[in-house]
């Protein structure tokens, strides 16, 4: 009875390093990872007020080349030196 119980074991065993063995592993990418080019690095630049960082693109900027986050800080810069 234990032989018996023993070799069911072993049958469990090998099935299941066999099942193992048959599934298919990952995709291994054969290059390293590359920066996705349509996407180049966001200058980001601090809000003169408020010291937070925006996008360059989505950001206010004055005559002095300063940047702001929102219109109201944009007019705040003004009378700020
Ligand atoms: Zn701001």
């Known amino acids: 009875m234990l032989s018996l119980l023993f ?3 072993i049958l469990w065993i090998i099935w299941h390093m066999l099942r193992a063995m048959m599934r298919p592993s990952p995709p291994i ?3 390293p990872y590359q920066p996705d080019h349509a996407s180049p690095d966001i200058l980001m630049q601090p809000c003169h007020i408020c010291h ?3 996008p360059v693109t989505k950001s206010l900027r004055d005559q002095q080349g300063r ?5 109201l800080h944009r ?3 003004d009378s700020k030196p």
């Open 7 to 9: 070799k069911g074991f």
């Open 52 to 54: 937070t960082y925006l």
């Open 67 to 71: 940047y702001y986050c929102c219109e």
């Open 29 to 31: 990418p054969s290059q």
């Open 75 to 77: 007019q705040a810069g």
